[in-house]
């Protein structure tokens, strides 16, 4: 039967250094020393992905490993339901995106979300700047571009994303 | 205003610091930052050499990123001025990104700095004669 520590290695499970073990008992990968340098009893198993530039499976694998090795302890779990964006945000910016670069901007949008692998309904805030990020991409004026950016930022100030 | 713009960058999480140097790689000013103005003015002599390099062969440089001692760096070019800024986390960078262009473009519309960078002007392909640099950097170059 899986344990507790087995059963939380996912996106916005936190772990911590376990205390009865040390990592220079034991054999690590390369991956795995990184992981480890990480760890900080506050980061995401996501974030950490994110900073080491793995992708979500790699990192999901390489912690599996080292909770079986008994190096790392299950904290808690990040509560995403409370920082999933409201859907008028996405109304707002569709608006701003459309008085910037016309009828096109609800199609730049999902285009956007969908190249992202990301949907409005369960939008995490924290990828919000990667998402202006993209849309900004597709605005060919660097003019413009930029009142997008500032008119972005202004809204996430509001909303008290950073 | 050119502090307050610096400090807005200065205010995201994992950014250490930020700074403006001048064509001639001086510090124009600077937030948050525990390394030197010497220290800072030769990594913009560095920066900017690059930046010569690729003008010299036609090329335009909008920004440099590179990974120095466990720090991000974004360098952003304008024709007269550098903006550079140091980041401990690369979760951040997508918002420093943003926030940086917007900074860029209030710095470029600010007329009390245009006015102080013109008085300040310089050709950045001077940072490039032979005589100013090293052997290994004049290789490099000539490899452009």
Redesign the interface.
């Known amino acids: 039967m899986p344990t507790d520590n087995q059963m939380n290695v996912t996106e916005s499970g936190i772990f911590t250094i376990a205390t009865g073990k040390s990592p220079s008992d034991v054999s690590l990968r390369s991956a795995e020393w990184a992981i480890i340098t990480q760890i900080d009893g506050s980061k995401t198993i996501g974030e950490i992905a994110l900073a080491l530039a793995m992708t979500l499976e790699e990192a999901i694998d390489t912690f599996s490993g080292l909770v079986e090795k008994g190096l790392i302890t299950f904290i808690s779990t990040e509560n995403l339901e409370e920082s999933y964006l409201p859907p008028v945000f996405f109304e707002n910016l569709e608006d701003q995106l459309t008085k910037i670069i016309g009828p096109v901007a609800p199609f730049i949008l999902e285009d956007t979300l969908w190249s992202l692998d990301l949907k409005k309904e369960k939008f995490k805030a924290e990828k919000l700047a990667e998402l202006i990020e993209a849309i900004s991409d597709e605005i060919m004026d660097d003019s413009k571009k930029i009142d997008f950016q500032q008119i972005m930022l202004g809204l996430m100030k509001e909303l008290n994303v950073n | 205003m050119i502090t307050g713009l610096l400090d807005e960058l200065n205010?995201?999480?994992g950014v250490d610091g930020a700074f403006i140097a001048s064509n001639r790689a001086e510090i124009i000013n600077k937030v948050g930052l525990s390394l030197t103005d010497d220290q800072l003015s030769n990594l913009s002599l560095r920066a900017l050499r690059i930046v010569a390099a690729f003008h010299k062969t036609g090329k335009k440089t909008v920004e440099l990123e590179f990974y120095w001692q466990n720090l991000y760096i974004i360098c952003k070019n304008s024709d007269n001025f550098l903006l550079i800024t140091f980041c401990r986390?690369?979760?951040?960078l997508?918002?420093l990104?943003?926030?940086i262009?917007?900074t860029m473009?209030k710095l470029s519309e600010d007329k009390k700095f245009s006015k102080w960078l013109k008085s300040h002007k310089a050709d950045r392909d001077f940072l490039i004669r032979k005589e100013s640099l090293e052997e290994n950097e004049a290789k490099l170059i000539e490899a452009l």
């Open positions: 205010n995201i999480e986390t690369s979760s951040m997508a918002l990104r943003i926030t262009n917007v473009a």
